[in-house]
Each structure stands twice: as structure tokens, then as C-alpha cells.
């Protein structure tokens, strides 16, 4: 692949991730209008047509990391293991 096709895909795959993007705000828009809605509604349940959306309150538990390390550095140290990837970028 020549220098110049590179520069014509990556200027391709910079314009679909900006789209893409975009498509994600509108998404994220819409998704806000609909919880609006159901803010407004007082409701975790609403039936549309054919769907039914729920918006509910969801508790978990999760792993301190950041704690546990500092309380007990060498444990914590004693059960890391490391992983290898692959990482791909293009900056200008």
C-alpha cells in the first residue's frame, strides 16, 4: 500500500469515527429525552407501542482496588498477573 492510499484511509476512518460520534451524541440525545419523560412521569416503567423501557436504579458491588492495595500492598502484588496487547493509534 503506497504512502498516499495510507493517508486516503486514515482521512476515510477519521471522517466515519467523527460520524459515528455524532451518531452516538444524537443517541445519547434521544436516550436523555426518554428519561426526561419518565423523570417526568415518575415512573421506572413505560409502555410504547410495541416497547417497554425501563429505566431502573441498580446497586452493586464493587472490588476497591486503590484500598486494598494500600492495606495490603504485597497480596495485592502476590495476585497481579500481567497481560500483553496491542494498542493502535494514529496521531498527527
Same mark, same amino acid.
Given at each position: !500500500?503506497s504512502?498516499?492510499?495510507?493517508?486516503? *484511509?486514515?482521512?476515510?476512518?477519521?471522517?466515519w469515527?467523527?460520524? !459515528?460520534?455524532e451518531a452516538k451524541? @444524537?443517541?445519547?440525545?434521544? &436516550?436523555?429525552s426518554?428519561?426526561?419523560? !419518565?423523570?417526568?412521569? @415518575?415512573?421506572e416503567?413505560?409502555?410504547? %407501542?410495541?416497547?417497554?423501557?425501563?429505566?431502573t436504579?441498580?446497586?452493586s458491588?464493587r +472490588?476497591?482496588?486503590?484500598g486494598?492495595k *494500600?492495606?495490603y %500492598?504485597?497480596?495485592?502484588k502476590? +495476585?497481579? *498477573?500481567?497481560?500483553?496487547?496491542? &494498542?493502535?493509534?494514529?496521531s498527527c
Open positions: !500500500m504512502k498516499n492510499e495510507l493517508v486516503a *484511509k486514515i482521512e476515510a476512518l477519521n471522517e469515527e467523527a460520524l !459515528m460520534e451524541a @444524537e443517541a445519547e440525545a434521544i &436516550r436523555d426518554i428519561k426526561a419523560e !419518565m423523570l417526568e412521569r @415518575e415512573t416503567e413505560l409502555i410504547a %407501542g410495541s416497547y417497554i423501557i425501563r429505566w436504579s441498580v446497586l458491588n +472490588f476497591d482496588t486503590t486494598f *494500600k492495606v %500492598g504485597d497480596l495485592y502476590a +495476585f497481579t *498477573k500481567q497481560s500483553a496487547s496491542r &494498542r493502535f493509534t494514529i
